[in-house]
């Protein structure tokens, strides 16, 4: 049995995980945002909730993963910081070997974990890409079998490749990046660029990333277009994914991944039209997430499982 | 010994190579363009030749790896096709071990093999990525070692990733691909675009990849403009490469990359301030192509190792 943490700027989110990958119980509670004392209780107590419901003795954990945003030390086993929680090189292992079991505790970046726990629920894949989009656009990436995180630790920011040189302004400071535009954040600004052009948004109306979905499925062929072009950005970057991957399976998560069809359909046929092909390759299968919001838990659960197997 | 073949449209070139990769010697003949025997005959002798001048018997040879542009069949041994060789299926495995000795044979695409024989001159890179910048951008990656091909052998294709989305039509049928732009075929579409910009061009002249280089080294501001606007779509491409790969070493090859300095400096400036990077990261070496024409030899022929190794 593993133990799975998802820190998030919101919750702590801790599962059991039994070798399938299935959640046996998980729990969460919320994350503290004062300092690193308080966090790693919070993250303790999400644990031993969880191992209480699911009835299983600290003695049966095998090992323990942590999937957490920002900057992780995979060696030293911190969470060195996150753009949304306050924490500073928190020792996560330490204190979980010291308080639980001293047992192996992995961290890892959360879009690395989420890839992770999808790549386990697909279907025969040995290559793999996770795309996740949300606030930014993150990514994972697994290769034979194995989470690619290369020389240094941080690839896989697929997110951060230029689609439109010298356009938006993207956080990490490039122009054009991939983010700027597929992400939920990019889907609101072309959205809020678009507005007047679209009926069903009056003055004033909060514009959200639901927005032009919820009106395109009422009818309205002006948020359907500007849907569209959302959904043209998000299928550009995949096709070049595709590319340079050729992966068996590619999974797109995040919240609106939900979405299915509506954006998986068009996706999948602009890939097929503009991927490179020569001769009848075996094409990539792009489907929505499987697991949702339970792929960070699952992925860090099997983390140990990854680094130990093949 | 292994043996290594570059297949080119205009030549064939084979090589006998030792375990370290180097070259004992080459022998290149002319690229048959009629038919698959006439192509498989003059493969047969450049080998032949280049096993003479060496002093070595075929029965030193442990394997023989082939680099050819197109379609690979690397289960058959097959070269399936070619933009520029009219061959269809050469059965180049069957055919080298009956007429030369029983080894294995192995194919794969030349821009792969080229990365490999760059990865094998490498300073210590385990994860790795090549890039090539000819008539199109070609590209190779090493990861954890070994050559990545993807599930159905086509990953790599570095080039056919958007940067101008919606921008120049590129060959693979996409508009706006970082080949479109950073190939030396770009090179001269931006030059023709920009030419009456720069005095030294006069009406009539022949414009090559080579025009602006040679300019600017005459002192041409505008020639060096449009040079350095170049280098530009290069380096935003390779920014990309390392936000995704983040490899222990990147190469850039083509005949272009002697050049040297006046183009890896500013690309390795351009990557430093725009790549992706959270606290101190070890950051990939950019360097030009340790090996040039010779890469395609020494990687077909490391091919085997390759495979063989860890």
Known sequence: MYIGIDV????IKAGVVNHAGDIITKYAVPTPLDN???FLKAMLESVQVALKEANVKADEIEAIGIGAPGVVDREKGLLVNSPNIPYINAPVREYLQKNLKNVPVLVENDANSAALGEYYKADNAKNFVFIT????????????GKLFTGTNGAAGELGHVVIHAGGRKCGCGRE?????????????KTTKEHKDEIKGIKEGDRISGRTVFELAKK????????????IEEVAIGITDMVNIFQPDELVVGGAI???GDVIMEPIREYVKKHSFNVGE??????????????????GAALLYKNKSEG
């Open 8 to 11: 998030g700027g919101t919750s």
């Open 36 to 38: 690193n004392e308080n």
């Open 133 to 144: 989009l949300g606030t930014g656009v993150g990514g994972g990436v697994v290769i034979d």
């Open 176 to 188: 054009g990046c991939w983010e700027a535009y597929a992400s939920v954040t990019g889907l609101i």
């Open 219 to 230: 009818g309205d062929k002006d948020a359907e277009r500007v849907r569209n072009m959302w």
């Open 257 to 259: 991944s939900k979405e």
């Open 281 to 298: 390759l075996k094409r990539t299968n792009i489907v929505a997430s499987r697991i949702g919001g339970d792929a960070g838990i699952i």
